[in-house]
């Protein structure tokens, strides 16, 4: 098991950028795959970005504004979100699993406790 914290969230007006963090302690990170998801209110958990050893996955509506690394002797994965438009608000949540990634929550066993970002307009 691994624990996760995520960190960076904040208020941003529309246009703006934020950049989120996700440590890992517990053990190595290296052969796990980390998704980002969010969680708007009223709304389930989606998808938003992941990276697979060192390939990066994106969800549609965020593809060419966020970017997704990994520094694995820091046992960090980031998510930088350029042109964030309101309807980016949400929790984000950043979480990991061993082996293959995939868009679906439920598979995801490690979470954090989630950051939240909001957007103005």
């Known amino acids: 098991q691994v624990q996760l914290v995520e960190s960076g969230g904040g208020l941003v007006q529309a246009g703006g950028s934020l950049r989120l963090s996700c440590a890992a302690s517990?053990?190595?990170?290296?052969?796990?795959?980390v998704s980002w998801f969010r969680q708007a209110p009223g709304k389930e958990r989606e998808f938003v970005a992941a990276?697979?050893?060192?390939?990066?996955y994106y969800a549609e509506f965020v593809k060419g504004r966020f970017t997704i690394s990994r520094d694995n002797a820091k046992n960090t994965v980031s998510l930088q979100m350029n042109s964030l438009i309101p309807e980016d608000t949400g929790v984000y949540y950043c979480?990991?699993?061993?082996?293959?990634?995939?868009?679906?929550?439920?598979?995801?066993?490690?979470w954090g406790q989630g950051t939240q970002v909001t957007v103005s307009s």
């Open positions: 979480a990991a699993r061993s082996g293959e990634y995939y868009r679906t929550p439920d598979l995801y066993g490690d």
């Open positions: 517990g053990r190595t990170f290296a052969g796990y795959s």
């Open positions: 990276i697979s050893r060192s390939n990066p």
